[in-house]
T-cell receptor
Framework: DTGVSQNPRHKITKRGQNVTFRCDPI?????LYWYRQTLGQGPEFLTY????????KSRLLSDRFSAERPKGSFSTLEIQRTEQGDSAMYLC???????????FGPGTRLTVT | AQSVTQLDSQVPVFEEAPVELRCNYS??????LFWYVQYPNQGLQLLLK??????LVKGINGFEAEFNKSQTSFHLRKPSVHISDTAEYFC???????????FGDGTTLTVKP
């Protein structure tokens, strides 16, 4: 078990470009979560999957954001037409079920210039 | 909706002194409660969790927390801190049976020699 991994660790992009992040959860975990963390704040929930089904999306998640978990394993988070306000750390976590510990990855730091 | 308030944004303390990091939550339904620690440039790591049962929960690295339903609090304590405890600490709540966690804005614990 190598834990939750995220790629890339850092991404710098120009405003208006599209970016895609990948998360590989712990292999036995059914649930996968995406959070966004900005400086001085705690993680904010974006969306989560149980297996391949996306069960909840935050109202924070605009139409420019889309997430997938096509085979119930890894997940991707895509941001289209990035804006400077999208600059943040994007965290992925996984767990067995609700109430269980969420195991977090190291995050992907996005900087939009 | 649930909310979490961490009452202190920064807590400086001398090595070997006791520390308490305060967390209050708001929810109209049963919740699970968590404390996570985040070291610089790393992901979040679970310190301890309360799901049910005994209100005093012991975690890793000598930390413990007490669930107080009447005061809707879940304060984190350690009787004697070390330099290595310097980190950001997050309190989180999730609704029983649901997926996402709601985090507080964090408390920066700085342990001085």
């Amino acid at each position: 078990d190598t834990g939750v991994s995220q790629n890339p660790r850092h991404k710098i992009t120009k405003r208006g470009q599209n970016v895609t992040f990948r998360c590989d959860p712990i292999s036995e975990h059914n649930r996968l979560y995406w959070y966004r963390q900005t400086l001085g704040q705690g993680p904010e929930f974006l969306t989560y999957f149980q297996n391949e089904a996306q069960l909840e999306k935050s109202r924070l998640l605009s139409d420019r954001f889309s997430a997938e978990r096509p085979k119930g394993s890894f997940s991707t988070l895509e941001i289209q037409r990035t804006e400077q306000g999208d600059s943040a750390m994007y965290l992925c976590a996984s767990s067995f079920t609700s109430g269980d510990e969420q195991y977090f990855g190291p995050g992907t730091r996005l900087t939009v210039t | 909706a649930q909310s979490v308030t961490q009452l202190d944004s920064q807590v400086p303390v001398f090595e070997e002194a006791p520390v308490e990091l305060r967390c209050n939550y708001s929810s109209s339904v049963s919740v699970y409660l968590f404390w996570y620690v985040q070291y610089p440039n790393q992901g979040l790591q679970l310190l301890l969790k309360y799901l049910s049962g005994s209100t005093l929960v012991k975690g890793i690295n000598g930390f413990e927390a007490e669930f107080n339903k009447s005061q809707t609090s879940f304060h984190l304590r350690k009787p004697s801190v070390h330099i290595s405890d310097t980190a950001e600490y997050f309190c989180a709540v999730s609704v029983s049976g649901a997926g996402k966690s709601t985090f507080g804005d964090g408390t920066t614990l700085t342990v001085k020699p």
